[in-house]
């Protein structure tokens, strides 16, 4: 689209929920063309054209990719949303500039290269997904969120020039501050953000797994919007992991217009085979299965769904951030070697133990002392600091280097010692950590990929930029609580709910990974661990991946998410890419 003085040229993706307040700004003022048609892409230009790129930016509420080409400066402009929910590649070609919103459209380039970044391999062996600015090519790189990148096309200033219009907020929580007179206020934000995403031309939904950050959107939707909220969820036939009972006592509480669906494994295993391109690259977040398939089943109903994602990491909902000071003591108080000792003990009682032990129980047993997390656990009193021990929570292979990755992985802000200064509490360091790596190359690419593949647009209420401006300035008490995460977000869910339907152990989205490694996706998982495949890759290490292999299959060791990274990047290579250059 072009703006009305022709001077800028725009394609965009994405929605600015806010658009029809700035577009009655520019009326009052005496700014507005004369109005083509009703769509927030022309309000953005013609605020572009009144008052510049980045002021429009700063006024705009909304997730978003968009390129703007300014003629009058011969200048393309590259910028994405304040948090990443949408995605925009970018990268040179010999001579030629390419940009697009999914690595699928700069392969068709003549002469693509698609030569494999070593960089971006490492991370993600270790994190699971690819980290921004990293694409899992060699020369093509993700705009960072909040970021604005200038590039003139003349050979003289043929170079990328990159500011941010906004940043991730420090944690800055206020000092002796009224607790209620703070959850009022978050409330009211929130109700506003909520209300912002549910203007739209088409239906609108939210999902609802019963938690207590998808239990809230749904519950501020039914407040906002007069009781006319619908929700959707999906269960599956296997109870460990069904969170749709849950879900539909919720609704029926709140008063939803309700719709569920139950899914076999068969369903699930069906989506398997379409997982490389559905995410464009490696990407080894296995709830990426169960996503899809909510998407897709919420599609038949709803154009606009809204997620509770972003609640965890914003309000301190993951169980890391309630046991990071008890782990920090333990650091303290317990020498290296009583814990190696204690390390080496919880090894040898052996993965199938602990998970035959919690087979019997209710599934946040399981989750919390399954064999997998109670090898992480052994990995983490091994650690030398509070640093170390976070980096290995939120790492897959904490060494890639073990499994043939040629290049260090780069650590980023984990190793940044002024921020870990900075922030002076552990907790509220490891949730802006999260904030700014794991939600935008891990939670937000799950939701958008999936959504987009089942023609569907999610909204997010939790990442507008007032949310999370807002959030930083709460004290930590509103946040973490003794043992509970998320204390402030339930207060307002009481207000809605029953305490008695919130309080339930945290579940997550979680599949039967493990089992059906073991069980329907083996012969598909033998093929690609097959030393031969595996030798093929050009750069992974067959040796201790088969050895993670055969200790899963036999049950000595739970490697689900090891073994899935391993499988998703070799799945994507299937797709014909090249070696590592």
């Known amino acids: 689209m072009t703006s009305a003085s022709q001077r800028f040229v725009a394609v965009f993706n994405g929605e600015i929920y806010n658009y029809l307040q700035i577009r009655e700004n520019l009326e009052r003022a005496g700014l507005a063309p004369s109005w083509r048609g009703h769509s927030d892409t022309e309000v953005f230009l013609a605020s572009c054209d009144a008052i510049g790129i980045e002021e429009t930016l700063q006024r705009s509420n909304g997730m978003f990719a968009i390129v703007i080409w300014d003629k009058q400066e011969q200048v393309l402009v590259l910028v994405r949303d304040r948090m990443g929910e949408k995605p925009l590649y970018y990268g040179w070609h010999g001579t030629a500039f390419l940009f697009g919103s999914e690595l699928k459209a700069l392969e068709k380039f003549p002469g693509f290269a698609g030569k494999i970044n070593a960089h971006a391999v490492s991370s993600y062996l270790r994190f699971g997904y690819v980290p921004d600015p990293l694409s899992i090519y060699e020369g093509i790189s993700k705009v960072r969120a909040g970021e604005i990148i200038r590039v003139g096309l003349h050979k003289a200033d043929a170079r990328e020039r990159k500011t ?131 998407c897709k089943h919420t599609r038949r109903y709803v154009t606009v769904a809204l997620s509770g994602d972003a609640g965890d990491e914003l309000f301190g909902g993951y169980v890391r951030y309630v046991q990071a000071e008890r782990l ?90 002024r921020l870990f200064s900075e922030i002076r509490d552990i907790r509220l360091w490891m949730m802006y950590l999260d904030s700014v790596t794991y939600l935008p190359g891990d939670i937000l690419v799950k939701v958008d990929r999936a959504a987009m593949g089942a023609s569907l647009e999610t909204r997010i209420p939790f990442l507008d930029h007032r949310v999370v401006e807002f959030a930083a300035t709460l004290p930590l008490s509103l946040k973490v609580r003794g043992v509970t995460g ?30 059906w490694l073991r069980g329907p996706l083996r012969s598909w998982a033998e093929d690609l661990l097959s030393e031969r495949a595996l030798s093929l890759s050009g750069f992974l290490d067959p040796a201790p991946i088969r050895e993670a292999w055969l200790a899963h299959l036999s049950g000595k060791r739970n490697s689900r998410d090891k073994l899935w990274v391993i499988l998703m990047i070799q799945a994507w290579l299937q797709r014909g890419r090249a070696g590592i250059a």
């Not at 032990?357 to 989750?367: A, D, K, T, Y």
Request: net charge negative.
């Open 164 to 294: 941010r219009y906004w940043s991730m907020p420090l944690p800055r929580p206020r000092e002796n501050g009224d607790s209620k007179e703070a959850l009022e206020e978050l409330h009211s934000v929130l109700k506003e953000a909520v209300k912002s995403r549910m203007h739209a031309d088409v239906p609108v939904g939210a999902f609802l797994s019963g938690g207590v950050d998808s239990s809230t959107v749904a519950a501020l939707m039914q407040d906002v919007g007069g009781g006319c909220a619908r929700t959707y969820s999906i269960g599956f036939e296997d109870r460990r992991h069904d969170e749709a009972v849950h879900a539909a006592v919720v609704a029926k509480a709140l008063g939803t217009t309700h719709e569920e669906i139950y899914i076999s494994a068969d369903d699930a295993l069906r989506v398997v085979p379409d997982l490389p391109t559905l995410y464009d690259e490696p990407f080894a977040d296995s709830s990426e299965i169960p996503t899809f398939l909510l």
């Open 328 to 417: 920090r003591r333990v650091y303290g108080w317990i020498p290296k070697s009583l814990r190696r000792s204690l390390a080496g003990g919880m090894r040898h009682f052996g993965g199938s133990m602990w998970d035959k032990l919690c087979s019997g129980g209710p599934r946040s047993l399981g989750v919390a002392l399954s064999s997998e997390r109670m090898g992480k656990l052994a990995s983490v009193l091994e650690m030398n600091s509070v640093r170390e021990m976070y980096a290995g929570l939120v790492s897959h292979w904490l060494d890639p280097a073990l499994v043939g990755a040629e290049v260090p992985a780069d650590c980023g802000l984990i190793d940044d010692e």
């Open 486 to 515: 998320k204390w402030g977000l339930r207060q307002i869910l009481y207000k809605y709910l029953d305490q008695r339907l919130v309080e339930r152990p945290k579940q997550g989205f979680a599949i039967p990974l493990d089992l």
